[in-house]
């Protein structure tokens, strides 16, 4: 990363460097407690199936905090567009993504 490049361009080893920031499997804080970055937060192909699990999964964010998600996935629609009734599916996988914007807002609410 560009950190580290420039931790080792003022000669600073990785006695300098941050330790990793574990939240989840899946998920890691860049910025403990400020800015964390992971894989799609909710329903999606692979890794969470179910709207259960995915409903879990978007809460454990929600209570450390997060209230502000990015998706850099371009062949994903925004959370406020229409979406597929079925979500959006990745040929070769079992699954479908599904929205959580509305789910996170929800949460939001309720966490306030």
Known sequence: SNLWLMLLGFGLGPAFAPAPQR??????????GRLMLGRYPFVSPVYCLSLSDGHAQL????????????????ELPPQEAPWPSQ???????????????????EGAEEEL
């Open 87 to 105: 979500g959006i599916a990745v040929p070769g996988f079992p699954g479908a993504f599904q929205p959580y914007g509305a789910a996170a807002r």
């Open 23 to 32: 939240f989840s499997e899946h998920a890691n804080w860049l910025i403990p």
């Open 59 to 74: 809460r454990s964010l929600l209570e450390v905090g997060i209230n502000t998600f990015v998706c850099l996935q371009s």
